[in-house]
Structures are given as structure tokens and as C-alpha cells.
């Protein structure tokens, strides 16, 4: 079983940022890849970023270069740094699990947090 807590939404203006973490715990945690997905209204489910507790991180053409995933294995926590934000990235942003590495299908995630919204305005 894992459990995942996000924090760190809010709303800021265009190019602005934010910071969200994720916060893992339960027995199997670490045999996870946790990945980042966020939901527009009206819109499907989308990856953002992923990484594993080794620091392999992999990310969506949208974020790439101004979204930084990061871990603390102290915490045993996951960050997602988000730099130059835009109207666009608003929406509501999930932490996932998965043992598929690699993986950027919410199919494959097995796990999730209840999520943190996270809204731009210009």
C-alpha cells in the first residue's frame, strides 16, 4: 500500500511559481515511481513529470524546461518545482504511484493523492 499527500497549490499570476510536494508513506513506497498528472476542467487527466526516489526524472514536451521534478529521500518526499507559469497550467495537479517506470499512462498508476489545485491567472 502507499499513501500520497500533496501540498503547495495556490494561485499566482502568469510567470509566477510554485512548489508542490507529495509526501509518500506505507510499506511499498519506495518500489514506486511517483508521477505528477493535472486535470483541466473539461479536460482529460495529462501527465506532467515523473521521477524515482534515485532522482530519474522524465517529463511532458509542455513542461519541459520550466518544471523540475525533484526528491528528498529524508522526507521521503517529491517535488515539483514549476517555474514561468502560464493560464495554461492551471488545474488540478495529482500525485500518483506506479511500479511502472517509465510509465506515462494514469493507467499504470495505482496510487493516488486527493490532489492540490493550482490556478494562473494573467
Known amino acids: 500500500q502507499v499513501q500520497l499527500v500533496e501540498s503547495g497549490g495556490g494561485s499566482v499570476q502568469a510567470g509566477d511559481s510554485l512548489r508542490l510536494a507529495c509526501a509518500a508513506s506505507?510499506?511499498?513506497?519506495?518500489?514506486?515511481?511517483l508521477g505528477w498528472f493535472r486535470q483541466a476542467p473539461g479536460k482529460d487527466r495529462e501527465f506532467v513529470a515523473a521521477?524515482?526516489?534515485?532522482?530519474?526524472?522524465m517529463y511532458a514536451a509542455s513542461v519541459q524546461g520550466r518544471f523540475i521534478a525533484a526528491v528528498d529521500n529524508g522526507m521521503d518526499t517529491v517535488f515539483l518545482q514549476m517555474n514561468d507559469l502560464k493560464p495554461e497550467d492551471t488545474a488540478l495537479y495529482f500525485c500518483?504511484?506506479?511500479?511502472?517506470?517509465?510509465?506515462?499512462?494514469?493507467?499504470?498508476?495505482?496510487?493516488w493523492g486527493q490532489g492540490t489545485q493550482v490556478t494562473v491567472s494573467t
Open positions: 506505507g510499506r511499498t513506497f519506495r518500489r514506486h515511481m
Open positions: 500518483a504511484a506506479t511500479i511502472s517506470v517509465g510509465s506515462r499512462s494514469s493507467r499504470d498508476y495505482n496510487y
Open positions: 521521477i524515482t526516489w534515485s532522482a530519474w526524472t
